[in-house]
């Protein structure tokens, strides 16, 4: 591996084919790198499954977005390829098993977008549990004519009327999940949290208390969804959980939309069986369950998650850090595959590099 970084210039490798526009600040920084980027600039809204194909066989590293399959037909159309990197914390748009198995190192954008999202989070838990977008639409309608004592009423947040702490409950206690649950304390709220793949976490944190789903989804007054979105986590709040949750309960999801089962949860926001919920994300994004537009007790979001000015500069220029990396043969900040790095595989598509 290269020891010592070429100046701009002097990359060994240079294409970078950048899915669609991103911050300018991204795609200065690859230029001042030395590379050569190519935004995507076809007709429609985002390049097509052909498109992708025929821009990954002729490039060096892709950054991608959340919004591209970068499945295994397509990784296997590019060995040339040193690099995928994400314009997103998420990855579940990638295939990074056979990213890996072919020696392809895979980025993300962590860490930058954990405030933003906790505080959109917190926008979505504050918004639904409120009534904020009904009680707005109903201004705008003319539908305010008299004040009264039963007009939108909403749930309790910080411990009201009947003085009991409210519970928040957390499912997957990451980055962004550990920044909802310290916002909560402002709130004067009890927090529990799942979270599967290390309950340690939890233990050891004090801002949270580990739980099972089960208790979780029994016990919390609001659940906040926090998870990646991986085989294991699809669905992981369907039918029978969305049942088990309070009927008062308001449901947060800023993680990926398909942890939950969108119909099953249009079905029980008409029925009653929680009270509201605040989405950011959707099961076949852009699309929405049948149904879900329609329900008053809904605040929906077009995945903005991430989306405050400074957040996306950042993420743009950690997106194109990683793929200056990739194209010096120099392993990603942010590779979340870095055992690729000694894979013989990788050493064969890096081997032309030095
Ligand atoms: C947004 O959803 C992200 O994963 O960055």
């Known amino acids: 591996m290269a020891e010592t970084e070429p100046q701009a210039g002097e990359l060994p490798a240079r294409r970078v084919f950048v899915t669609r526009a991103i911050p300018a600040a ?80 895979v980025s993300n954008t962590p860490d930058v977008l954990t405030e933003t999202t906790a505080d959109l989070t917190w926008a979505l838990l504050l918004g639904a549990g409120r009534r904020i977008v009904e009680a707005d639409r109903f201004m705008r309608l003319g539908n305010y004519r008299l004040w009264g004592p039963q007009l939108l009423l909403g749930e309790d947040i910080s411990p009201g009327g009947d003085g009991q702490r409210k519970t928040l409950g957390i499912i997957g206690f990451g980055r962004i999940g550990e920044a909802v649950a310290r916002r909560a304390r402002g709130f004067d709220m ?11 976490r939890v233990r050891a944190s004090e801002l949270a208390r580990p739980v099972e789903l089960s208790e979780l989804l029994r016990e919390a007054d609001f659940v906040s969804l926090h998870i990646p979105l991986t085989t294991a986590t699809r669905h992981l709040i369907a039918a029978d959980e969305l049942q088990a ?38 099961e076949r994004e852009p699309t929405m369950a049948t149904g879900l537009a329609e329900l008053p007790n809904t605040v929906l979001l077009p995945h903005v998650g991430s989306a405050s000015r400074g957040t996306r500069e950042a993420m743009a220029k950690i997106a194109a850090t990683n793929a200056l990396a990739m194209l010096r043969g120099n392993p990603a900040p942010q590779c979340i595959n870095r055992a690729v790095y000694q894979s013989a595989a990788y050493a064969r598509r890096a081997s032309r590099l030095w």
């Open 245 to 282: 949750m309070k009927p008062t309960a308001v449901l947060v999801n800023t993680s990926r939309g398909a942890v939950v089962d969108e119909a099953a949860l249009v079905v029980a926001l008409r029925e009653g069986q929680i009270a509201a919920a605040g989405l950011d994300v959707y």
């Open 26 to 105: 991204g795609t200065d920084l690859l230029a001042a790198g030395g590379a050569q980027a190519t935004v995507w600039s076809g007709s429609g809204d985002a390049p097509g499954p052909e498109e992708l194909r025929a821009a990954l066989a002729s490039t060096d590293v892709l950054l991608s977005l959340l919004t591209e399959q970068i499945d295994a037909n397509l990784l296997a159309a590019a060995p040339q390829l040193l690099g995928v990197a994400n314009h997103a914390v998420g990855h579940d748009n990638v295939d990074l098993e056979t990213a890996t198995q072919l020696g392809i190192p």
């Open 190 to 200: 009890a927090v529990i949290a799942y979270h599967p793949s290390d309950p340690e």
